[in-house]
């Protein structure tokens, strides 16, 4: 069964526009959630992470927004460049642990 | 029914010890690989294999090493463990390389004493 859930495998965005990357989750024991880009045939890179006692974490033109009660998080990148085009993984980890559990991924493709 | 299953969940051995790590994926997918997660955070990527070429990070000691008896299974194994292996190591598949999903494992958390 699949705790971390990314249901949409794809998504194109235009040059400067905002791109919105959503992820689910079943366990509500994860308490830290964590945000990874990753290029063809490189190893995920960390992005931006936030913790359950937050709503909201920004860095730059990257935000993520944890709804808890919703079991949902979004990263959005604004405004997006042709250099986020990438695969972005989500991730959570549950309280006292490192351990990390991934979705599946979404590719975002940012044309010009 | 699992997509990626690594087994075992946890590991503790000591240390000169030859391990493995076995991962089995039945998507059908090409692609294989084995990551190392050495903090929270940062994943490092050991090796990616399919049918046809294994590409391997140059930096991954040779104590290291990947076998896969079939398309559908890639196993670790590792000779003379150290310390410094403790981490988590995460199995994942893609169809193709650097694939649209790649479907990871839950990890195997090595504890080397």
């Known amino acids: 069964d699949q705790q971390v859930k990314q249901n949409s495998p794809s998504l194109s965005v235009q040059e400067g526009r905002i791109s919105i990357l959503n992820c689910d989750y079943t366990n509500s024991m994860f308490d830290y959630f964590l945000w990874y880009k990753k290029y063809p045939a490189e190893g995920p890179t960390f992005l931006i992470s936030i913790s359950s006692i937050k709503d909201k974490n920004e860095d730059g033109r990257f935000t993520v927004f944890l709804n808890k009660s919703a079991k949902h998080l979004s990263l959005h990148i604004v405004p997006s460049q042709p250099g986020d085009s990438a695969v972005y993984f989500c991730a959570a980890s549950e309280l006292y642990t490192d351990k990390l559990i991934f979705g599946t991924g979404t590719r975002l493709q940012v044309f010009p | 029914d699992t997509a990626v299953s690594q087994t075992p969940k946890y590991l503790v051995t000591q240390m000169g010890n030859d391990k493995s790590i076995k991962c089995e994926q039945n998507l059908g997918h090409d692609t294989m690989y084995w990551y190392k997660q050495d903090s929270k955070k940062f994943l490092k990527i050991m090796f990616s294999y399919n049918n046809k070429e294994l590409i391997i990070n140059e930096t991954v000691p040779n104590r290291f090493s990947p076998k896969s008896p079939d398309k559908a299974h890639l196993n670790l194994h590792i000779n003379s463990l150290e310390l410094g292996d403790s981490a988590v190591y995460f199995c994942?598949?893609?169809?193709?390389?650097?694939?649209?999903?790649?479907?990871f494992g839950q990890g195997t958390r090595l504890t080397v004493v």
């Open positions: 994942a598949s893609s169809q193709v390389e650097g694939g649209t999903e790649a479907f």
